[in-house]
């Protein structure tokens, strides 16, 4: 076969021989495309940001099932029962050993507010009226012996219907009401100390149960949320025939003989 070179110099006969009829006719200068996906190169996917939703939690419910919240609760109304039966136990002897019912006394002068008809019961009532041994009996004897030995010695005397007999019996009853009264003022200072002390002992136990709540802290599970950031793992390089020059010529002989293209131009 005889081979022509072309007006431009270039050998086309060789090509053209190999071109189907009809077919098409590829550009042997052109560069062949190389249907092979190129690696790409091992490029990590950018970290990931997890943020877990957040609701705020129900505090009041948190702390009303705190354990050390329920059992200071239960100690302090323990507490504040015990404190409550040892005032009013304080309050009925204090009644008893005075020898007076509290009817005969304003509840806001023994310090106590509302109805004590709980606390001064009548059978305390009665005890305190019929305890031969309380203050009010003992200054009433005092009183009756008294006004007795001032009458006997005057009317030893011949004066017993003298003014020096008034004026004794004037003294002693101006003795025995001052008797009274000083009784009364000591009663009223242990009641107002028994109350002093119930109500200071009720603000201790007012401010335990205050300092728990202020130094109440949550629980790690109710606090804010937690971000994570994880960074995954690279992806693996995509197939396809490597770079490498070496490497392409195969499959690019391969392409084209398929296109039939003349190997060794």
């Given at each position: 076969m005889t081979t022509r070179r072309?007006?431009?110099?270039?050998?086309?006969?060789?090509?053209?021989a190999s071109v189907p009829v009809g077919g098409h006719v590829p550009n042997p200068l052109a560069a062949p495309s190389n249907p092979y996906t190129p690696n790409t190169p091992n490029t990590p996917n950018p970290p990931t940001t997890t943020t877990t939703n957040y609701t705020p939690p129900d505090y009041a419910a948190l702390i009303a099932n705190d354990p050390a919240w329920i059992?200071?609760?239960?100690?302090?109304?323990a507490q504040?029962?015990?404190?409550?039966?040892?005032?009013?136990?304080?309050?009925?002897?204090?009644?008893?050993?005075?020898?007076?019912?509290?009817?005969?006394?304003?509840?806001?002068?023994?310090?106590?507010?509302?109805?004590?008809?709980?606390?001064?019961?009548p059978t305390v009532a009665a005890a305190a009226h019929n305890n031969?041994?309380?203050?009010?009996?003992?200054l009433s004897q005092a009183h009756t012996d008294a006004i007795r030995t001032i009458t006997n010695a005057l009317a030893a005397r011949g004066m017993l219907r003298s003014g020096e007999t008034g004026f004794q019996l004037g003294n002693e009853t101006r003795n025995y009401g001052t008797g009274q009264y000083d009784a009364r003022q000591k009663l009223l200072d242990?009641?107002?100390?028994i109350q002093s002390a119930f109500i200071s002992a009720a603000q201790a136990r007012q401010s335990a149960l205050t300092n728990f709540l202020t130094n109440w802290r949550p629980p790690p599970t109710a606090g804010?949320?937690?971000?994570?950031?994880?960074?995954?793992?690279?992806?693996t390089p995509g197939g396809g025939?490597?770079?490498?020059?070496?490497?392409?010529?195969?499959?690019?002989?391969?392409?084209?003989?398929?296109?039939?293209?003349?190997?060794g131009f």
């Open positions: 072309s007006p431009g110099g270039s050998y086309l006969g060789g090509i053209a059992q200071l609760q239960a100690d302090m109304k504040g029962i015990s404190d409550s039966a040892s005032r009013t136990a304080a309050q009925q002897r204090a009644a008893i050993q005075f020898g007076e019912a509290p009817s005969a006394l304003a509840p806001s002068e023994l310090g106590l507010t509302g109805d004590v008809s709980a606390v001064y019961d031969p041994f309380s203050t009010v009996s003992r242990y009641l107002s100390g804010p949320p937690t971000t994570t950031t994880t960074t995954p793992t690279p992806t025939v490597p770079q490498d020059p070496d490497q392409n010529l195969p499959a690019l002989q391969d392409y084209r003989s398929q296109q039939g293209i003349w190997q």
